[in-house]
């Protein structure tokens, strides 16, 4: 009966600390990463707007090529050394690049950092894989909306107050608050958090004969798929929010109201990651997934087509609150799928395929601005949500019919 309690403690003591952690972490990426386009043309003097779209795309694309090339990698090292060694490596290798931006001569080198960035951070999945290697299936749902909301209020603190200091203080101080909240996260993760992780083998051991074939997920591999389609889609206008208010506002407080807009969008995304994660466990990710990506792409159009500060921070509420929840549902669905020795490999997998689709989007994006503007971006957004319906509907069926030939021969034998 006492291990019994220990075992609940000990899950929700971690979840605690682990949100917490990451909601500091968030924050910390708030304070600089969301005015990059700011800097870029106030510090590194890309005033063409055409160029700085352009620039904006390929900083933003660095990123996202260095987490999708080495998730998997990460997920394979936490199997070997355990999941909180992979989120103490996210915070304290983040917290140390971050600031090094200050540094950077011209634009060139400040993508290369960004490229650096995306290889040593990717706290979520760190965070969301040492979450699922400990919680109970049943409260599973609970858990990754958990993080997600712990996500969404690190970006509204982020967002806020990011902005505050970057307007009084200046870039440098932006730069600096993210390092040291990083680090902070890190420490938190260090001392107050413990994995139940018994080490099999050394990464000698384990890369002793390896070859370089990909993995035997079966059918999971069209989830993997789905999950870059989702990254593709949900991440595309992203970057450039910061322009999009500016060119409403105009240049003057422009920083102060692309905080409102962004602050704004995280609150829904708090509110998402508790309704969608609770959702998927009782019904079928699937659906919630589907009717996100419709009432996103509807929220969408409104959202391109804004003249309005006010319009324009309504409908990136809503559209943020229907696709945020694609990816703690996505999450879910991928952990059930899972064994659970093999969670963080197939969790690894699944964010590189996510990062995939969101260094794809950068670049396409980066190049519809510079060729449309940036309001085509938001318009082409509202039409791949609709595009990844029927996506969602055929991975469902495909994986349910695999299940069921799967489960055909076990009720012969028996």
Not at 20 to 48: E, K, N, V
Not at 89 to 109: C, H, Y
Not at 287 to 297: E, F, H
Request: include cysteine.
């Amino acid at each position: 009966m006492t291990s019994r309690r220990d075992t609940t403690f000990n899950w929700k003591r971690n979840l605690f600390f682990i949100a917490l952690a990451q909601f500091l972490s968030i924050a910390g990426f708030g304070f600089s990463l969301p005015f990059i386009p700011f800097y870029i043309r106030d510090q590194l003097m890309i005033t063409d707007e055409a160029q700085r779209s352009l620039w904006v795309g390929l900083f933003t694309a660095s990123g996202n090529l260095g987490l999708f090339l080495f998730a998997p990698i990460w997920g394979f090292v936490a199997d070997i050394y355990g999941r909180r060694a992979m989120l103490l490596r996210a915070n304290f290798g983040s917290a140390i690049l971050l600031p090094l931006a200050i540094f950077m001569p011209d634009i060139v080198w400040l993508v290369a950092l960004r490229f650096l960035l995306g290889v040593f951070a990717g706290t979520v999945t760190a965070s969301q894989t040492l979450v699922a290697s400990n919680t109970p299936p049943e409260k599973m749902g609970f858990a990754m909306g958990t993080i997600s909301s712990s996500v969404g209020s690190g970006n509204l603190a982020g967002f806020l107050f990011g902005a505050l200091v970057v307007e009084r203080f200046g870039y440098t101080a932006g730069f600096m608050t993210s390092g040291a909240m990083l680090a902070l996260a890190g420490f938190l993760v260090l001392f107050g958090t413990r994995e139940n992780f018994v080490r099999k083998t050394s990464l000698r051991q384990a890369t002793l004969g390896m070859h370089l074939t990909l993995p035997r997920f079966g059918g999971v591999w069209l989830l993997l798929g789905l999950m870059a389609a989702t990254g593709f889609v949900s991440a595309f206008e992203r970057p450039f929010v910061p322009q999009m208010t500016e060119l409403i506002v105009g240049d003057e407080g422009a920083k102060f109201w692309t905080s409102i807009v962004l602050g704004g969008s995280a609150v829904a995304g708090i509110i998402a990651g508790a309704v969608m994660g609770r959702l998927a466990d009782r019904t079928s990710p699937a659906r919630v997934g589907m009717w996100s990506s419709v009432l996103a792409g509807l929220t969408a159009i409104p959202l391109a087509l804004s003249r309005t500060i006010g319009m324009l921070i309504g409908s990136r509420m809503l559209m943020a609150f229907f696709s945020a929840g694609l990816d703690p549902v996505f999450q879910i669905w991928l952990a059930r799928c899972a064994p659970p020795d093999k969670r963080a490999l197939f969790l690894g997998w699944g964010t590189s395929f996510r990062a995939f689709g969101w260094f794809v989007c950068a670049a396409t994006a980066g190049g519809v601005a510079m060729l449309g503007g940036v309001r085509m971006v938001f318009l082409v957004t509202a039409g791949l949500f609709f595009l990844l319906v029927p996506f969602i509907k055929l991975t469902s069926r495909r994986l349910s019919t695999m299940a069921a030939e799967a489960a055909a021969p076990a009720g012969r034998q028996q």
